[in-house]
T-cell receptor
């Protein structure tokens, strides 16, 4: 079993829709959870990080963590064509801040 | 925010030659740098971690003699792919962090080995 699993998509939605992205993880010791956005042929950029269970909002983005289910989610409200990208969840390992990435979900927002 | 650059952005080399990729932190001192490899439509796989002034730590399965990493200063790390082969063709991404802070990623380098 992979440490972090993510549906590869692609996920195609119309402009203005809510995008819902999910990851599951296997190690209950993980404490921090991150979401990155990666445009084609570019490096990832950090969107959000969360520490505890519950919701965290930042503009149109909401990150949700359910530690009891080992499940993390990212919601994008009022999606725009510029949100079309690959979204990766990432979890730092305990030591050295090494990141373990999910496989990434490709999102396409159609105008 | 913090900026990390990579050079070159795209390189083509012949099989058997070596190629060097540079990763620079432009406005902060990177005590730790990470090198990742990403194949098309796949996620980032950590190759190695380097701390300034010390030897890199490689992930399991990554050949340290093939992927030479040097982190000689607080703003520069280099990855040299030695005796490159077509299967080494990939997107190589570095990230850098200052102690206690998040990682910032470079824009990536596309390596094509012919």
């Amino acid at each position: 079993q992979k440490e972090v699993e993510q549906d590869p998509g692609p996920l195609s939605v119309p402009e203005g829709a809510i995008v819902s992205l999910n990851c599951t993880y296997s190690n209950s010791a993980f404490q921090y959870f991150m979401w990155y956005r990666q445009y084609s042929r570019k490096g990832p950029e950090l969107l959000m990080y969360t520490y505890s269970s519950g919701n965290k909002e930042d503009g149109r983005f909401t990150a949700q963590v359910d530690k009891s289910s080992k499940y993390i989610s990212l919601f994008i409200r009022d999606s725009q064509p510029s949100d079309s990208a690959t979204y990766l969840c990432a979890i730092p390992r305990a030591a050295g801040n090494k990141l373990t990435f999910g496989g990434g979900t490709r999102v396409l927002v159609k105008p | 925010g913090a900026v990390v650059s990579q050079h070159p952005s795209w390189v083509i080399c012949k099989s058997g030659t070596s190629v060097k990729i540079e990763c620079r932190s432009l406005d902060f001192q990177a005590t730790t740098m990470f090198w990742y490899r990403q194949f098309p439509k796949q996620s980032l796989m950590l190759m190695a971690t380097s701390n300034e002034g010390s030897k890199a730590t490689y992930e399991q399965g990554v050949e340290k003699d093939k992927f030479l990493i040097n982190h000689a200063s607080l703003t520069l790390s280099t990855l040299t792919v030695t005796s490159a082969h077509p299967e080494d063709s990939s997107f190589y991404i570095c990230s850098a962090r200052e102690d206690g802070n998040e990682q910032y990623f470079g824009p990536g380098t596309r390596l094509t080995v012919t």
